[in-house]
T-cell receptor, first 111, second 113 residues
Framework: GQQLNQSPQSMFIQEGEDVSMNCTSSSIFNTWLWYKQDPGEGPVLLIALYKAGELTSNGRLTAQFGITRKDSFLNISASIPSDVGIYFCAGGGGSNYKLTFGKGTLLTVNP | NAGVTQTPKFRVLKTGQSMTLLCAQDMNHEYMYWYRQDPGMGLRLIHYSVGEGTTAKGEVPDGYNVSRLKKQNFLLGLESAAPSQTSVYFC????????????FGQGTRLTVV
């Protein structure tokens, strides 16, 4: 089946810094989704991308759907302590009937 | 807005016991899913439903059963719990299809001893 490689696995940054994480696949996807999961909670959808090359923002978050349809990245600008959590990418469509999730990036922000 | 609601939030079972996890969504979504989340494994699909009265197996269906008698509810059953089923379980739903935006519940942390 399709697999996603999400990197980095974890990041430790200072408050105010910008953050970038990405997901890559050997297969193409028609949809890229980015989720955030706080401790003890379920994943919450941050950004949905449906078109190759699409660049979408949600506040301080910006995500792009790679032009090859095999990758996506998420940027967080001017990080704040509440950005702490696990960020997941998910790819949809292509040759798989379901969403394929990355294993997550654990973000720690030092105030 | 309630969204996707799961009950219970925590549960401890003894090996061999049975239980049912409840999921309810108030968004009129056709598609509903049960995932399990384990360290280092990410989210894995257990079972899913594409509409009321339908169910299908996902990646890791063994040891679980599901039912979708009403559109808004999706039940996950464990007939004879095993320690390997210790996990965090998430219910999710989506409107348009299995490859589109899914909305998750808060999770059920299950421990089987």
């Amino acid at each position: 089946g399709q697999q996603l490689n999400q990197s980095p696995q974890s990041m430790f940054i200072q408050e105010g810094e910008d953050v970038s994480m990405n997901c890559t696949s050997s297969s193409i996807f028609n949809t890229w989704l980015w989720y955030k999961q706080d401790p003890g909670e379920g994943p919450v959808l941050l950004i949905a991308l449906y078109k190759a090359g699409e660049l979408t923002s949600n506040g301080r978050l910006t995500a792009q759907f790679g032009i090859t349809r095999k990758d996506s990245f998420l940027n967080i600008s001017a990080s704040i302590p509440s950005d702490v959590g696990i960020y997941f990418c998910a790819g949809g469509g292509g040759s798989n009937y379901k969403l394929t999730f990355g294993k997550g990036t654990l973000l720690t922000v030092n105030p | 807005n309630a969204g996707v609601t799961q009950t219970p939030k925590f549960r401890v079972l003894k090996t061999g016991q049975s239980m049912t996890l409840l999921c309810a969504q108030d968004m009129n979504h056709e598609y509903m899913y049960w995932y399990r989340q384990d360290p280092g494994m990410g989210l894995r699909l257990i079972h899913y439903s594409v509409g009321e009265g339908t169910t299908a197996k996902g990646e890791v269906p063994d040891g679980y059963n599901v039912s979708r008698l009403k559109k808004q509810n999706f039940l996950l059953g464990l007939e004879s719990a095993a320690p390997s089923q210790t996990s965090v379980y998430f219910c999710a739903s989506s409107f348009e299809g299995m490859n589109t935006e899914a909305f998750f519940g808060q999770g059920t942390r299950l421990t089987v001893v």
